[in-house]
T-cell receptor, first 113, second 112 residues
Framework: DADVTQTPRNRITKTGKRIMLECSQT?????MYWYRQDPGLGLRLIYY???????NKGEISDGYSVSRQAQAKFSLSLESAIPNQTALYFC????????????FGPGTRLTVT | GNSVTQMEGPVTLSEEAFLTINCTYT??????LFWYVQYPGEGLQLLLK???ADDKGSNKGFEATYRKETTSFHLEKGSVQVSDSAVYFC???????????WGAGTKLIIKP
């Protein structure tokens, strides 16, 4: 089984809808991250969490919120989806002492129409 | 601020050709440097890393040397295969907030 899983893998939704993307990990890592990938822009950090009680905004947090339900679970929500949130979303985890070595899920492709 | 610049893609090569993907960085202090690879339809995975100047990271036939004097971390492979077709990302560690700073990615296409 994969160490980092994301659900759903693909989602098409309409403008204004609320969407939740879920991430689970079996790595036992404290740190978890949500990234967004757009063509030619690399990865941009949305939110990150150092542990269940420590959640931080990343570079592009506007329009997004997160919930860290447990060490193993980190969810990303779009409260009111808009078309420019169409992108590929990745969850990642890392060990606190090796934050440069991140383990990624397979991604969720989100399309907002 | 810290930043990473990669050569634009796509880079198209024939099988068995020599590969170089350029990566330069701007950073304060002494960051660690990383190359990640993203195969089609998958998430990113760490390919190699270097933690200090003159270190060479290597994995799966790929190599990169941490050059502080030229602020570079170019990715090389002597003989590429079709299976190396992927997007390659260079990144550096930002100790101010314990995050990675990412390059834009370089798409590599290997033709048989």
């Amino acid at each position: 089984d994969a160490d980092v899983t994301q659900t759903p893998r693909n989602r098409i939704t309409k403008t204004g809808k609320r969407i939740m993307l879920e991430c689970s990990q079996t790595k036992g890592h404290d740190r978890m991250y949500w990234y967004r990938q757009d063509p030619g822009l690399g990865l941009r950090l949305i939110y990150y969490s150092f542990d269940v009680k420590d959640i931080n905004k990343g570079e592009i947090s506007d329009g997004y919120s997160v919930s860290r339900q447990a060490q193993a679970k980190f969810s990303l929500s779009l409260e009111s989806a808009i078309p420019n949130q169409t992108a590929l979303y990745f969850c990642a985890t890392s060990d606190p002492d090796k934050y440069g070595e991140q383990y990624f899920g397979p991604g969720t492709r989100l399309t907002v129409t | 601020g810290n930043s990473v610049t990669q050569m634009e893609g796509p880079v198209t090569l024939s099988e068995e050709a020599f590969l170089t993907i350029n990566c330069t960085y701007t950073a304060t202090g002494y960051p660690s440097l990383f190359w990640y690879v993203q195969y089609p339809g998958e998430g990113l995975q760490l390919l190699l890393k270097a933690t200090k100047a003159d270190d060479k990271g290597s994995n799966k036939g790929f190599e990169a040397t941490y050059r502080k004097e030229t602020t570079s971390f170019h990715l090389e492979k002597g003989s590429v295969q079709v299976s190396d077709s992927a997007v390659y990302f260079c990144a550096l560690s930002d100790y101010s907030n314990y995050q990675l700073i990412w390059g834009a990615g370089t798409k590599l296409i290997i033709k048989p």
